[in-house]
């Protein structure tokens, strides 16, 4: 079992940027993958970025792509997603993700094993 806590929304201006974190509660395993999810109001929970732990490959849906980067940290426990430009659509509440022995991709496509709470994010106009 990972529990995965996610931490840095909040409420911004379009353009701003803001940087969210997920903390594993213990290091990631060699075949894990690490993401983000968001969900806006009335709307499904999208895919946004994903990560592997092993050789770091990355994967972004098409309209974050060059706006946001998925990173992880050196003690194989967190993850962080910073936003760049942000525009009001970018609002929604950010859940972290974590899948076993799938891809970046993969993980675009099926549902991970553990999710984080979620974060808020707020972009105003």
């Known amino acids: 079992q990972v529990q995965l806590v996610e931490s840095g929304g909040g409420l911004v201006q379009a353009g701003d940027s803001l940087r969210l974190s997920c903390a594993l509660s213990?290091?990631?395993?060699?075949?894990?993958?690490s993401g983000w999810f968001r969900q806006g109001p009335a709307k499904e929970r999208d895919f946004v970025a994903a990560?592997?732990?092993?050789?770091?490959?990355?994967y972004y849906a098409d309209s974050v792509k060059g706006r946001f980067t998925i990173s992880r940290g050196n003690a194989r426990n967190t993850v962080s997603l910073q936003m760049n430009s942000l525009k009001p659509e970018d609002s929604a509440v950010y859940y972290c993700?974590?899948?076993?022995?799938?891809?970046?991709?993969?993980?675009?496509?099926?549902?991970?094993?553990?999710w984080g709470q979620g974060t808020q994010v707020t972009v105003s106009s």
């Open positions: 993700a974590l899948s076993i022995g799938s891809s970046a991709q993969t993980m675009a496509a099926m549902p991970p094993a553990y």
């Open positions: 213990r290091p990631a395993f060699s075949n894990y993958v």
């Open positions: 990560i592997t732990w092993s050789g770091g490959n990355t």
